[in-house]
């Protein structure tokens, strides 16, 4: 680098210290809507690229009922009882609705007001992105500047409405990083999925988040461009059943194939995380649960349910589906000092679950990841991982000779079902969404 070179970037970055270009908290009301143009503009020529956005989660980080509820009659009705959440809370919309965030409108008037809040991640949230604040990236500390330049991946493209800017790091994992991976008031990661990312394979193999959100095709970027290889924008995750299927693959066999009557069944099951570049389930984890269930069928077709094997590690019982209440903490928000909670998983009790549990200050679990004081036993499968569970099986009397055939099940759920029934979230957050099926079988002798 030529000596004139250090003295323009000495410069340069004594300017942006003066000028004071803001990340994070810092940002709050430093910038006015007027300064974004609406994502509807940019769908005149990026007509794909529009479609494909309203379509995913990032257009409805604000709007979507469950986020809605979530910040309304938990995060901010908790703020109103305890003042010092207050800027944590507004923190919320710096990731789900940065605009709003940035003009200083907190708290957003609600969805159904149809104010400039609703545009949620739009186009110029992330193409106004010029660079990040601190290491690690998280928090949105993500540096906006909005004009005519728009940043890209891209080198030399010319637009009639805007400038073109390439930037690296529209290429990197940390620009997802500033709003996937997040720190709450006690120091607690809650959000980790870049970090995870980090730690795992794919980062050592140049695998980006983008390649598997964002994966690329030959088509137009814009109407009047040429065909090239353009990064579909996709950003399909939990909300996207297919995306989900299949991301961990299970195989399952017995230990011994011909089983006395009075006899033990013992069953190994492999799980393998071979499509996701984080641990499974990721992100909003205090939400998420998976859960493996597992049936044998004997020959006249009677059903039994097989709870699976203990392993004896710490912290297991929360890994463990039981008849057991939690989440006593929302009683708080909902002005309701008397609330007992809810039931804790809501699935077959003795099912596994892959999950890391989120406690609050009275080490209660809690889905309000604000009010996560600490963390238990991660027991999440993470990226080309493998876990084996066990199942042993003492054979019930009366069992009849012949086949029996072991179906192995594992599921996946945005929000567990009683937190959703209580805080009255619709039913499409609780959907059932399969991830994948084993079988396998053995024969019982007399
Ligand atoms: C009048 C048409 C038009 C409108 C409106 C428009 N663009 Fe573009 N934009 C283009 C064209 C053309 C290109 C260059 C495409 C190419 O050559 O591959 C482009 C390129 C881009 C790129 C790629 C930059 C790079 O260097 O990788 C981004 C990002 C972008 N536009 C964002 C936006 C956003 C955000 C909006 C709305 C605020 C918008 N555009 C509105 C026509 C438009
Ligand atoms: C969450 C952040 C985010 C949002 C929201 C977003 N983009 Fe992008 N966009 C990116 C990133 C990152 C890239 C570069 C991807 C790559 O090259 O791997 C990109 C690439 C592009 C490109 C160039 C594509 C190519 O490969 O030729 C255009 C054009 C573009 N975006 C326009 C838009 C428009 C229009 C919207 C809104 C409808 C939008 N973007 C919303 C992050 C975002
Ligand atoms: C400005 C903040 C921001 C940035 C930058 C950002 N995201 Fe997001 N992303 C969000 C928010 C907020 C949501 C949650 C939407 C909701 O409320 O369900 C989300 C949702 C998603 C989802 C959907 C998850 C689901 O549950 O279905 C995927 C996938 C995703 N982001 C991937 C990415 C990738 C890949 C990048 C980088 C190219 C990125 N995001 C950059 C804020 C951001
Ligand atoms: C090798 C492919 C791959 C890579 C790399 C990858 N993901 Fe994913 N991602 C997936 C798959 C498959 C799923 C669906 C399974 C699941 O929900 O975890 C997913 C799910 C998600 C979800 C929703 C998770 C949930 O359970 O709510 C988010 C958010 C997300 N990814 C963000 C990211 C970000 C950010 C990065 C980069 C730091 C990234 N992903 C890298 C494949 C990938
Ligand atoms: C650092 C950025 C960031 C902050 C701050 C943040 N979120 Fe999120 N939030 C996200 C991302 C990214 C996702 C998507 C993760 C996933 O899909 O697993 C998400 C997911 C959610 C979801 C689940 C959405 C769904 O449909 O499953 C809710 C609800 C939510 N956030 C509410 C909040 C509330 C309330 C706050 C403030 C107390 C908050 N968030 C603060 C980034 C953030």
Known sequence: MGRLTLI????????????GQLAGDEA?????????EKPETCASCHT???QQWTQAMMSQAYTHHWDEIEYFDLAVAHAA???DL???VDGCNGCHTPLAFMAGDVTPPRPAENSRANESVSCEVCHTITGFKGEPNFNFNFISEPGRTKYGAKEGLVSPHHNTKFLGIYEEAKFCGSCHNEKNPFGIWVKSTQLEWEDGPYSKQGVACHQCHMPKALGRNAKMA???LVAQHLFHGAHDPGKVAGAIEIRMHPEER?????????LKIQLFNGKAGHKIPTGSVEDRIMWLHVTATDANGKEYHLPVDKKGFEGEEYTIAADELAYIDMGIPKKDPAFKGVQRDGVPVGDRIFRMPYFDPNGVMTIMQWNTKSQGVDYRIGPRETKIETITWELPDNIPEGKVTFRAELNYMRLVKPVADYLNVPADETEIVPVNFATTWVEIYE
């Open 8 to 19: 323009i970037l000495f410069i340069y970055g004594l300017f942006c210290t003066a000028t």
């Open 28 to 36: 709050k009301g430093s910038k006015k809507y007027e300064q974004y």
């Open 48 to 50: 794909d690229i529009y």
């Open 81 to 83: 009882v305890n003042p």
């Open 86 to 88: 207050k800027g944590p």
């Open 226 to 228: 040429q065909e090239d």
């Open 258 to 266: 011909e089983v006395s009557y009075d006899g033990t069944v013992a």
